[in-house]
């Protein structure tokens, strides 16, 4: 039985001393996927503001028609 048990200690325990290896990976940045992204990201900023010009004039001159 007692074996058993430091068996079983001995197998948690060894998960946690186990030491981290480094990832010797290199990881690299494709610079077109980063460029397409940032052109993207301008379009859309650039119909959001598209967008958000064009309701609020209709606001605007809705907001005309009814007051005057």
């Known amino acids: 039985m007692k074996n058993i048990t430091s068996a079983v200690k001995k197998k948690l325990v060894s ?14 940045t494709n610079i077109n996927v980063l460029l397409n992204r940032v052109r993207d990201n301008q379009k859309n900023e650039s119909r959001k503001k598209l967008y958000f010009s064009a309701a609020a004039s209709t606001g605007l001159i809705l ?5 005057f």
């Open 15 to 28: 998960k946690y001393l186990e030491k981290d290896v480094p990832d010797l990976s290199i990881k690299r």
């Open 63 to 67: 907001f005309g028609l009814i007051i």
